[in-house]
């Protein structure tokens, strides 16, 4: 079991930054894939980052490349997402998510893929 425990949202106005951070515990954090997902207000759950156990191989969704940044600090536990030129649209609850996989796993973008789950924390851009 791996227990996930975000925090660093909060509000901020469109144009500013945030960081979010995902403590993780409870098994090898190394053995584990990590992702950042969201959820808006009346819509489905959807993809924002993923990164490999190392570290060395990041994937994004195409709405937040060049604005979001995951990244993580295997001795610290805990992988981040810095973003950066928020938008009203990045509005969302961001859940961190884990899953074990083989060290050279290719990162998809797929829930499916990972199987735990944080509780999520609220992030509001106001325009």
């Known amino acids: 079991q791996v227990q996930l425990v975000e925090s660093g949202g909060g509000s901020v106005q469109a144009g500013g930054s945030l960081r979010l951070s995902c403590a993780a515990s409870?098994?090898?954090?190394?053995?584990?894939?990590m992702g950042w997902f969201r959820q808006a207000p009346r819509k489905e759950r959807e993809f924002v980052a993923a990164?490999?156990?190392?570290?060395?191989?990041?994937l994004y969704a195409d709405s937040v490349k060049g604005r979001f940044t995951i990244s993580r600090d295997n001795a610290k536990i805990t992988v981040y997402l810095q973003m950066n030129s928020l938008e009203p649209e990045d509005t969302a609850v961001y859940y961190c998510a884990a899953a074990n996989r083989p060290l050279y796993y290719t990162l998809r973008s797929a829930e499916y893929d990972y199987n735990y789950w944080g509780q999520g924390t609220q992030v509001t851009v106001s325009s």
């Open positions: 409870g098994r090898t954090f190394s053995d584990y894939i």
């Open positions: 990164i490999s156990r190392s570290g060395g191989t990041t």
